[in-house]
């Protein structure tokens, strides 16, 4: 039997070495340990150090209790008042990072999700149930924000945060701080941004939040603020910040809407699955009073007749992640705006 500590239980700053498993109502933040049953849409799960560990039956899984809300993956969560925790009790692997919960539904092209028996709330030898230890600000310094958003999973907002903070550092020689405010938690977005050449990294997982999903705008936003205030006083100079999944979930309309957050954001690039998504997005944000700039991406297709397109029917221009002539404009004339890239970020 092999046992997977998840990445998503980095958020409790620390498990102890010995770990017991007690009975009880679980929340969501508190770490459980399951056994696998049989292997379904996740074959892996992710650890502590990034790393998919293939699953098999009889292995157990130290993971977070957490609600999981995707249009392109498994929908599910936890029960209203809490998930009761006995052991041999069913429950279901809904992301790789590690969430644990009762799945609701799943894309036919994944299948059902690998399913799981409950062994217990993880424990210390003194019984106490271990819980991601949450984080939040009432303030946000003044370092410049970028967010990087989509229309969908999968459409490249981490290659497009990644060409951003490769262009800053290189480029520009600031420090960049990289984080995700939103979304499933997983240590491999992060770690993709950070090897772009960030200075420092953390995301909403070091906050104690294994998702933003069903919890209250205070928890998301506030774990945002802590995030931004993090990388800041690590010595960011710019921080890059990317927004999982859609806009519409995980808080992320929250976060967009916070006056401190708002206050520090140079621009909202919006990464869209196709042009049309493009049109939409900019619909989006009107409904929902999103005031902050906003840059359109790229989608995945051919960049010449979505350039062509987005210019006839938008009268705007795609900014390609892969060209750093596209990424310097971006640059000084929407993140700068004038002033030499650096100028008034320290």
Not at 89 to 115: E, K, Q, Y
């Amino acid at each position: 039997m092999t046992r997977i500590i998840a990445s998503c239980t980095r958020g409790t700053h620390g498990l102890p070495d010995e770990l017991t498993a007690v009975e009880g109502v679980g929340q969501a933040g508190d770490v459980v340990v399951a056994r696998v049953v049989s292997v379904g849409a996740y074959k892996a799960v992710e650890n502590t150090s990034g790393r998919d560990v293939r699953v098999r039956v009889g292995d157990e899984v130290v993971g977070v209790l957490g609600e999981r809300h995707s249009t392109t993956s498994i929908y599910g969560g936890l029960p209203e008042g809490g998930l009761p925790v006995k052991a041999g009790d069913p429950a279901d692997l809904m992301a790789v990072g590690g969430i644990i919960g009762i799945a609701a539904s799943s894309p036919s092209s994944l299948g059902t999700a690998t399913a799981l028996e409950l062994v217990g709330l993880a424990a210390d030898r003194d019984g106490r149930v271990l819980r991601l230890r949450r984080k939040a600000a009432d303030t946000v310094p003044a370092t410049p924000v970028v967010f990087v958003g989509g229309t969908a999973a999968e459409v490249g907002k981490t290659t497009f945060a990644s060409a951003l903070v490769h262009h800053l550092t290189a480029r520009h020689g600031l420090r960049v701080g990289v984080t995700k405010l939103a979304g499933t938690g997983r240590l491999r977005d992060l770690l993709t941004l950070a090897d772009a050449g960030a200075h420092c990294a953390a995301d909403f997982v070091d906050a104690g939040l294994g998702t933003t999903y069903g919890h209250g705008a205070d928890a998301v936003v506030g774990a945002a603020r802590h995030l931004v205030g993090r990388l800041a006083d690590e010595g960011a100079e710019i921080v890059v910040a990317e927004l999982g999944g859609d806009l519409w979930g995980a808080g992320i309309p929250d976060i967009l809407r916070d006056p401190g957050l708002v206050a520090t954001a140079r621009a909202l690039v919006l990464v869209p699955s196709d042009t049309m998504a493009s049109l939409g997005v900019e619909t989006w944000l009107g409904r929902n009073d999103i005031t902050i700039p906003a840059v359109h991406g790229v989608p995945h297709r051919n960049v010449m007749a979505a350039r062509e397109r987005a210019d006839r029917g938008m009268g705007v221009q795609l900014v390609d992640p892969h060209d750093p002539d596209d990424l310097e404009r971006m640059v000084r004339e929407v993140l700068f705006a004038g002033r030499e890239p650096g100028e008034g970020t320290r």
